[in-house]
């Protein structure tokens, strides 16, 4: 590997449920570091298969985009595995005690946030809509963003379940995330990156 800060993406499969359904689903987790030290972005089914990933680096924090069980699901056990914290958007409270009731988070994400991990900032945007807490994390040394389950490559994140809206992820999306520049990567929570110009033709007007 070389020493540069750079994203690595780790594909965990599992279920999600919501409303009282369940589906298959594959998840990304992403690494944001350089050989030294890590973030860790959602905490996706298997603990195991993140921590192998990891390679003995330091992780600084497992940050969750939302609280859907798919995205959070392995949180506990990788923060017994690894010491780091993980940081969660209050508004997600709820869905987070649906999975862990007898854990929480450590520290709350909030919108204009700094993390930094490997000398790298890594800012916190909340994009709320897909859930009222759902957060984007804006990597600018980086051109890169990680968006969760708010934007895919093809629009939008689903908004037909609960603690969901769809005129909010819209809106969100336009003012937080359509405003950084176009050769922006978008690495998502499922599925292929995209970039911030694809998505601006696949975005409904507000």
Same mark, same amino acid.
Do not use: Y
């Given at each position: 590997m070389s020493s540069g800060v750079r994203a690595e993406r780790v594909v965990t499969?599992?279920?999600?449920?919501?409303?009282?359904?369940?589906?298959?689903?594959?998840?990304?987790?992403?690494?944001?570091? *350089?050989?030294?030290?890590?973030?860790?972005?959602? $905490?996706?089914?298997?603990? %195991?298969? +993140?921590?192998?990933?990891? @390679?003995? =680096?330091?992780?600084?924090?497992?940050?969750?985009?939302?609280?859907?069980? *798919?995205?959070?699901?392995?949180?506990?056990?990788? $923060?017994?595995?690894?010491? %780091?914290? +993980?940081?969660?958007?209050? @508004?997600? =409270?709820?869905?987070?005690?649906?999975?862990?009731?007898?854990?929480?988070? *450590?520290?709350?994400?909030a919108d204009g946030m700094l993390l930094t991990v490997a000398g790298t900032d890594v800012r916190v945007l909340h994009t709320p809509g897909h859930s009222w807490g759902s957060c984007s994390l804006h990597v600018p040394s980086l051109d890169a963003v990680f968006t969760g389950d708010t934007l895919f490559h093809g629009g939008p994140g689903a908004t037909g379940r609960s603690y969901s809206d769809a005129p909010t992820i819209v809106a969100s999306i336009r003012a937080r995330l359509l405003t950084l520049p176009d050769g922006t990567t978008v690495h998502t929570g499922h599925g292929q990156d995209t970039t911030i110009a694809a998505e601006r033709a696949n975005t409904p007007a507000a």
């Open positions: 499969s599992g279920t999600f449920s919501l409303d009282g359904e369940t589906f298959d689903v594959d998840n990304n987790v992403w690494l944001i570091g *350089d050989d030294a030290e890590v973030l860790i972005v959602d $905490a996706a089914h298997d603990a %195991a298969a +993140i921590t192998s990933a990891v @390679a003995g =680096r330091r992780v600084t924090a497992i940050v969750c985009t939302h609280g859907h069980d *798919d995205h959070i699901g392995a949180a506990a056990e990788l $923060a017994d595995a690894t010491g %780091a914290p +993980i940081l969660l958007h209050p @508004a997600e =409270r709820e869905l987070w005690e649906t999975v862990h009731p007898d854990r929480k988070p *450590d520290a709350e994400l």
